[in-house]
């Protein structure tokens, strides 16, 4: 299969070239004879000089004391630097330096980018402006974030250096001050070890952040206004928190009393349900006691009636009365069957009406059967005194049917009913 292979992919299969035959070596490198063999160090002792002739030795010096040393080194050549400027430093002669000194305001910490013209137009606010210096390095030719502004008059400047001190120029904030160099005697700058700042002192424990203008109560003001801050800060977010604790137990709070007005809704829906199940109990029971207790009065008025007329022709002698036409003083005849009937539609309207309406007719049923009661039972007692006989007249005729129907007199007149219940009573003895 490889035969048809091309040649390119032949040669990766082919074999290589055999290894060249060299003829042994005679002898190993370490059976080898040196003419010099390998000995130690005591030869050469005596060749060592004498320890009592010797130098005394050198200490070297470690990292940090040379660069403590570089440090003062630098120090001395700053000092001496400095030295020399200070006689050379003359402000009163300085060209740069012109105008009057009482008019001019000095400005530092301001940005590189800010330029002549924007300077010109944040101070302009305070007073008309008559000249601008800021100033540039000399090696770079750039701005070294501080310059020089002459007012045309006094009090501007005494303006600006009260109020545009702080002042956010291109999002920095500039230091106002006067020009100290040619009105406080003495006075040297900062590159000649003098200046009021403190800010490059070392790091941040003993640097000062404030420009040393004024005294440095405002700026402890500012610092314990700032820490009033945070811990306002703070106590409004403690505040906040507890609100939301609060919030929540609240919210915890009227689930719970949701739950609980629930339950309690549920359980006086269900006495309600009670008691208007108990209410109608005794309302149907009520119902069934009085329907039972006119029943027992019908009996009753109708037993006291028919005994009236069987006991009436034996005393009257066969011969019917003359009080008006039959069937009239009877419970039994056509009157007293439609007086049951009155009075079952009347119960029927009555069950229908309400508690309060049912109270006032019973009330004013009540007002009337004593009325009817007390005139039937003086009728009664005057003929029982009179010893009514067959043709005589029993009062009933003035009566009407009602009235007829419940107080009923026996014939021979030794009883009559009695209002309350319709029994009959005794007669009194004359």
């Keep these: 299969m490889t035969q048809f292979l091309p040649p390119n992919l032949l040669a990766l299969f082919a074999p290589r070239d055999p290894i060249p035959y060299l003829p042994p070596l005679e002898k190993l490198p370490h059976e080898k004879h040196h003419n010099q063999p390998y000995c130690g160090i005591a030869p050469y002792i ?4 004498d320890p009592r002739d010797a130098p005394p030795p050198t200490r070297a010096e470690t990292r940090e004391e040379r660069m403590e040393r570089k440090r003062r080194e630098k120090i001395e050549r700053r000092q001496q630097e400095v030295e020399t400027e200070l006689k050379m430093w003359d402000p009163h002669n300085d060209p740069n330096a012109q105008g009057d000194a009482f008019k001019t305001l000095f400005v530092a910490r301001v940005n590189y980018d800010t330029t002549e013209s924007k300077l010109r ?3 302009e606010v305070y007073g008309p402006i008559k000249r601008i210096h800021m100033v540039y390095s000399k090696r770079s030719g750039k ?3 501080y310059a020089f502004i002459e007012y045309e008059h006094e009090r501007d400047m005494h303006s600006a250096y009260k109020h545009a001190d702080g002042k ?3 999002g920095r904030r500039v230091l106002v001050d006067v020009e100290r160099g040619r009105t406080v005697k003495g006075w040297r700058p900062r590159r000649l070890g003098g ?3 403190g800010t490059r002192r070392g790091g941040a424990d003993v640097n000062i952040r404030h420009s040393g203008r004024d005294d440095t109560s405002r700026y402890d003001e500012r610092d314990r206004d700032r820490d009033r801050e ?6 409004s977010r403690e505040r906040d928190k507890e609100r939301e604790r609060r919030r929540s137990r609240s919210r915890d709070r009227r689930r719970r009393s949701r739950s609980r007005d629930k339950d309690e809704r549920r359980r006086s829906r269900e006495r309600s349900k009670d008691k208007d199940r108990e ?3 005794r309302s149907s029971r009520s119902r069934e006691r009085a329907r039972r207790e006119r029943e027992r009065k019908e ?8 005994g009236g007329d069987m006991a009436e022709p034996s005393e009257a002698g066969d011969a019917p009365p003359d009080d008006g036409p039959p069937g009239e003083l009877g419970p039994d005849g056509p009157d007293g069957s439609e007086e049951k009937g009155r009075d079952r539609d009347r119960e029927r309207r009555r069950s229908h009406r309400s508690e309060r309406d049912r109270r006032r007719d019973r009330d004013r049923d009540r007002d009337r059967e004593h009325k009817r009661g007390e005139r039937g039972g003086e009728r009664g007692r005057d003929e029982a005194r009179g010893g009514g006989g067959g043709g005589q007249d029993n009062g009933l005729e003035g009566l009407g049917n009602d009235s007829r129907d419940m107080y009923m007199e026996s014939e021979g007149g030794d009883g009559y009913l009695a209002p309350e219940n319709g029994y009959l009573m005794e007669a009194a003895p004359e």
Excluded: M, S
């Design 143 to 145: 701005p070294r974030g």
């Design 299 to 306: 009996e009753l008025r109708g037993g006291g009636g028919g």
């Design 279 to 281: 209410r109608k109990r």
């Design 195 to 197: 200046g009021l700042g």
């Design 230 to 235: 945070r811990e306002r800060r703070e106590r």
């Design 121 to 123: 137009r944040e101070f």
């Design 168 to 170: 956010k120029i291109d």
């Design 46 to 49: 005596r060749e060592f000089e």
